[in-house]
C-alpha cells in the first residue's frame, strides 16, 4: 500500500482483503486434493472397500480409525501421517516461491501525510422555490 496516495488506501486495503482471502481458498483446496489422492494410493485396500465409491475417503474414514484392529488401525495411520507428510512439503514449497518473489520487490518510501477528509461528506443546503405554489423547499446535497 506504500506506493499509493492516501486516498486510495482504502480500495486498496479492500482488494488486499480479498486476495488474502481467495489465496487463503486456493491453499485449502489443494490441501484436501493432495490428501485425497495420496489418501487414494496409500490406505490398505481393506480398508477402502468399507467406504462406497465416489466418498471422500479422508473425512469419512477419520471417524472410523479409532475402532479399527491392530494392524490395520496402524496402516491406517501411516498412510495418513505420510499423506500430511506430503501436503507439509508442498506448501512448503509453495511459501518458499512467495520467500523468493519477496526478494523481487522493491523497496518504497512510507507516506508521512495523512487523509483527514477520508469518509467525510459536506453537507451543502440549497432553497428551492417553487413560484406558483410559493412554497420553499430545503435540501441537502452531500459533496
Do not use: C
Not at 488506501?9 to 488486499?16: I, S, T, V
Amino acid at each position: 500500500l506504500a506506493p499509493l496516495p492516501p486516498e486510495r488506501n482504502a480500495a486498496a486495503l479492500a482488494f488486499f482483503a480479498f486476495v488474502r482471502s481467495f489465496a487463503q481458498t486456493w491453499g485449502i483446496t489443494i490441501s484436501a486434493t493432495i490428501l485425497q489422492n495420496e489418501l487414494k494410493k496409500k490406505l490398505p485396500a481393506a480398508f477402502v472397500s468399507q467406504f462406497p465409491g465416489g466418498v471422500e475417503i479422508a473425512y469419512a474414514a477419520i471417524p472410523v480409525v479409532g475402532n479399527l484392529q491392530e494392524p490395520l488401525r496402524t496402516q491406517v495411520r501411516v498412510a495418513f501421517a505420510d499423506s500430511m507428510s506430503i501436503i507439509w512439503k508442498v506448501m512448503v514449497g509453495i511459501s518458499g516461491l512467495g520467500l523468493l518473489a519477496v526478494l523481487l520487490l522493491k523497496e518504497v518510501p512510507m507516506h508521512t501525510q495523512t487523509d483527514d477528509k477520508y469518509g467525510l461528506h459536506v453537507a451543502e443546503e440549497t432553497v428551492v422555490v417553487d413560484a406558483e405554489k410559493g412554497e420553499s423547499k430545503r435540501t441537502s446535497v452531500s459533496s
